[in-house]
């Protein structure tokens, strides 16, 4: 029996981190670009890294409510995967394509003709303004394969393959680095293996990190668009392009509830980054730059959430009761060490990162004072990140709603505020409101999975 239990409690890990493994690698080399992209344009000055900063907070704002609604697909597909309904999985992907087609439509519409007010909105400096706006109307250009590239991924992750969605991600990144390389600097010598050769180059400065951007966006929205017509599960050929009620209903119940706290917290992250630009350039682009570094030591946790999401849904799908109870058990302690782990070696690092994106004494003094204060909050936030994953894998958007939209304006956006407006603090006060947000997660979380509300097969008894 003790056997039996062990062999299952390895098959499990084996599932888990067979699925949680090409997320991180996928993730690590989108955040290995977003350094070199930090890095290269940090070159150029804290002027450039700002007018590139400034506006980041809107691309999660479109980026995350268009993962929304791939939530809702996730949740269909896998279910349906889950209980062996493979022909309605793929007409779920067939109704996939078309909301691509529609989202990707409407968003690059909506942020173009927004691109020369969005700085304003987000207090930007004056003098930055301008290119700031160029930088984010060329970053939208390639709306609907940015939007394919999301959807797509999240069908497929839904199917259990999230090899090729790691594998599109390298392809997106490696054009990034190379346009980046040859846009961003002017011509110029370089020295290879002791030999000075000439190099060709742009001299677009910003201009030519968005433009490599841009291109790097349409060509993995090609590639994954490429993938999934020829994948054998759940490729939408076949199946008309006309919405279908019967997919569409239960997928966007799920996904607009989902949507609604993303785009909340979303907005508020917006909001956020509108209160420091306020504070002005060093700010900004110590912020930027904070962002940038943390991003690569979430990586461990958001892949576990990708994990965490798909088996749930699967065993939901096949009303297996003891599996759903041992996920919890399982992916837990494993998200807690990999936090802690790259909690501290963030708190170790900081300096370091901090130093390889500017040279500017204050920022990279201030930039490694706030990532140092968060890295000792990432076990925490590593709880909320499974259970949540488990939640939005089972259909269960409503309570993340709640949670996200109470820490995000109740703590974050309020207590900023005072902080900068009333108290007169800067940067660091923001991001200790940010990260008693992440701590009342932790604390709303926890008590939801001990109580076991976040399992509906539990309700069901």
Known sequence: MVGEKTQKNKA???????LAWPTMLEQLMQTAVQYIDTAMVG????????????????????????????????AFIAKAIGAGEREKASRAASQAALAVLVIGTFVTALTLSLSGVIPVWMQVD????????????????????RT????????????????????????????????????????????????TLPMWGAGLGVRGAAIASAAAFLAGGIHITLVILRHPLVSPKGHS???????????????????????GTSFGYVAFAAMINALGEVSTAAHTIANTVESAFYIPGFGMQTAAATLAGNAYGAKDRARMRELARMFLPIEVVLMFLSGGLLFFTAPC???IFSDAPEVIGLGTRVLRMVAVSEPFYGVSIIIEGMMLGVGNTRTPFMYNI???????????????????????????????????LFVLYLINHLRRKWNPLEREV
């Open 353 to 355: 990162l901090v130093d």
């Open 12 to 18: 499990m890990i084996a599932a888990i981190l067979s």
């Open 406 to 440: 109470l820490g995000m304006w109740g703590i974050r956006i309020v207590g900023t505020f005072i902080c900068t407006k009333f108290l007169g603090l800067g940067l660091a006060a923001a991001w200790g409101c940010m990260i008693a947000h992440n701590l009342l």
């Open 148 to 195: 394919a590239t999301i959807l797509f991924g999240t069908v497929l992750r839904a199917a259990g393959d999230t090899k090729t969605p790691m594998k599109v991600g390298i392809v997106v990144n490696l054009v990034n680095v190379v346009l980046n390389f040859l846009l961003i600097y002017p011509a110029r010598q370089i020295v290879l293996f002791g030999l």
């Open 43 to 74: 070159s150029l000055g804290t002027h450039a890294t700002a007018a590139v900063g400034a506006t980041t907070t809107v691309n999660w704002l479109f980026g995350s409510s268009i993962s929304a609604i791939g939530v809702g697909f996730l």
């Open 126 to 145: 004056e003098d930055i303004r301008s290119l700031a706006s160029e930088y984010f109307f060329i970053l939208y250009l390639p709306m609907l394969p």
């Open 241 to 263: 392009l006309r919405p279908d009620r019967e997919i569409l209903l239960p997928c966007m119940k799920t996904a607009v509830p989902n949507m609604l706290p993303r785009f």
